[in-house]
């Protein structure tokens, strides 16, 4: 079951090279549709989205590791993509253990199927507009794409379906400020979060092409959780698991990463570099409205105390997903730190055992045999 499992999460590792039309905040470079996803999740979490409509965001997009990103002001063939997304899909999900589960909701997303998924799509589509209007500089074409979607394209049933959003939307378009209130908070917020995209790790994609941004590795584990929860202990609420992982490294947009097999005064764990981080997530967390912010505040001081069982299990998969990224990538980043087995075994195995015994039996099968082939 768990090489099933990581065959597929592997394989999604893919959605971090597709390039999207858009690009981040500070117009620095394409975002890909692996960050993305991860950041329509945070919308969604933000804006009061149940459990079961992020569990759709995090799966959405997934089809475009076969089909690539579909640029909405561009001409489609809808019904050629429509088949091909869906052969894209048939492939992808019969990697998984439950399939037929994650296929289900992603369908359901597709076909807007319920009240959830009317949720998630309109997070889907709200997203790439403010990442547009809220940016310092944004680019003129694409302000005219916005402009479009929501006079007539898909954005325009805001109007009527979210007409506090249209509001915003149309406010920002004009030139002007965004109405006061907890939506513009939440939307300071939202954008402060595209920062996230910008943090890079020690560890590299599968492919060994980049290192990896911090906002897709929160995808990625969160996509762990969704298809690894059955290996959870008695107890754990893993779509609160997945919400713990969605915001657990936002502090590193001011602290930056710091990897877990570095030593010295600024390494992982240390006093000075838990102190930074309380600071950033109190500085952060304050973007939102007063209640939100310390609810938020506290789930990231809960994963950081890692004394509850949905905290254990989280920080289980924050720990296994990087070996993996080692692991299926040849090591390279285990060699920029001169990690061996025994460090491995030191800082990952008793987080992981914690979470899930079979899943450090599974993941110590694999370091074996890496280190000691």
Known sequence: MLDEAFAFLCEADRLKSVERASVLMDLSRPE?????SWHVALWAMVMGASDRAIAMILLHDLVEIDTGDQPIHLEHDVAGLALAEAEAARRLFSLAPEGGRLAALWRDFEGRADACAVVAKRMDHAQPIFQVLMAEDP?????????DNLGTGRAARFETEWPEGWAAAQALLAGGALPG????????FLAEADALKRVLRANRLLDGSRRENSAEHSWHLALY?????????????????????LIHDLVEIDVGDVPLHSAGGQAHGSAAVQAAEAAAARRIFGLLPEAQGRAMLDLW?????????????????????????????????????????????GRVGPWVRAGSPALWEWLYRGLRGHFDG
């Open 301 to 345: 001081r809960e994963f950081e105390a890692v004394a509850t069982p949905d905290a254990v299990f989280a920080k289980a998969l924050d720990r296994c997903q990087p070996a993996v990224q080692n692991l299926r990538s040849g090591g390279a980043g285990w060699v920029e730190y001169a990690v061996t087995l025994a460090h491995v075994e």
């Open 181 to 188: 209130g907890d939506l513009a908070q939440r939307l300071a």
């Open 139 to 147: 680019l003129p074409d694409h302000v005219a794409i916005v402009r």
């Open 225 to 245: 959780a969704l298809v690894l929860g059955g290996l959870a202990g008695p107890g754990v609420d893993v779509g609160r698991v997945i919400r713990m992982l």
């Open 32 to 36: 890909n549709s692996a960050e993305h």
